[in-house]
């Protein structure tokens, strides 16, 4: 079935970047996004990425999509103490279903 | 402001009780879902709805569930029969960009059973 994972944990300077990887499982995937979900909130979409491109660049974020290695990255230039969050990377199938599937998060810790 | 607006924020429940949590968009979205979080297993889909007066069981549908009488509201009911109810949930709305199905989030509801 279909499947995202994540990294459960990083932990970056204030002002190093940070990398966020995600692998999937669904070769027809169609979209992939990152979404941030600040304590007790929900979630806020970050970016999204179509399955044919190789990279998006949206300010400080770079979102790199490896589709032969199933890869998902997102990358936060200068990360500030205010990035501190989980991060979520999910995927949508290539059948005309409206479900995302998410992954269990990463929390970006960003230290002074 | 458009959004969506999930209510109550907290919630207690005794065991045996349903509740129901609300959840009203302004987005004039068609879809809408509910998922819930638990700590370390990111989020799960309970229900979902792609138009008025259908919906569909997500993967974890039983125990829940939900109507869709109205585009604007999508509430879900926590019957006794669900195990395990204690739990953040989330609800959302979408519209589609260009093919991508983009998902609006409320604030969330979290639900402690005593």
């Known amino acids: 079935g279909e499947d995202v994972e994540q990294s459960l944990f990083l932990s970056v300077r204030e002002g190093d970047s940070s990398v966020i990887n995600c692998t999937y499982t669904d070769s027809s995937s169609t979209y992939l996004y990152w979404y941030k979900q600040e304590p007790g909130a929900g979630l806020q979409l970050l970016t999204y990425i179509f399955s044919n491109m190789d990279m998006k660049q949206d300010q400080r974020l770079t979102v790199l999509l490896n589709k032969k290695d199933k890869h998902l990255s997102l990358r936060i230039a200068d990360t500030q103490t205010g990035d501190s969050a989980i991060y979520f990377c999910?995927?949508?199938?290539?059948?005309?279903?409206?479900?995302?599937?998410f992954g269990s998060g990463t929390r970006l810790l960003v230290r002074p | 402001d458009g959004g969506i607006t999930q209510s109550p924020k907290y919630l207690f429940r005794k065991e045996g009780q349903n509740v129901t949590l609300s959840c009203e968009q302004n987005?004039?979205?068609?879809?809408m879902y509910w998922y819930r979080q638990d700590p370390g297993q990111g989020l799960r889909l309970i229900y979902y709805s792609q138009i008025v007066n259908d919906f569909q069981k997500g993967d974890i549908a039983e125990g829940y569930s939900v109507s869709r009488e109205k585009k604007e509201s999508f509430p879900l009911t926590v019957t006794s029969a669900q195990k395990n109810p204690t739990a953040f949930y989330l609800c959302a709305s979408s519209i589609t960009l260009s093919g991508a199905n983009v998902l609006t989030f409320g604030a969330g509801s979290r639900l402690t059973v005593l």
């Open positions: 987005l004039n979205h068609d879809a």
């Open positions: 999910a995927e949508k199938g290539g059948d005309s279903s409206y479900k995302l599937i």
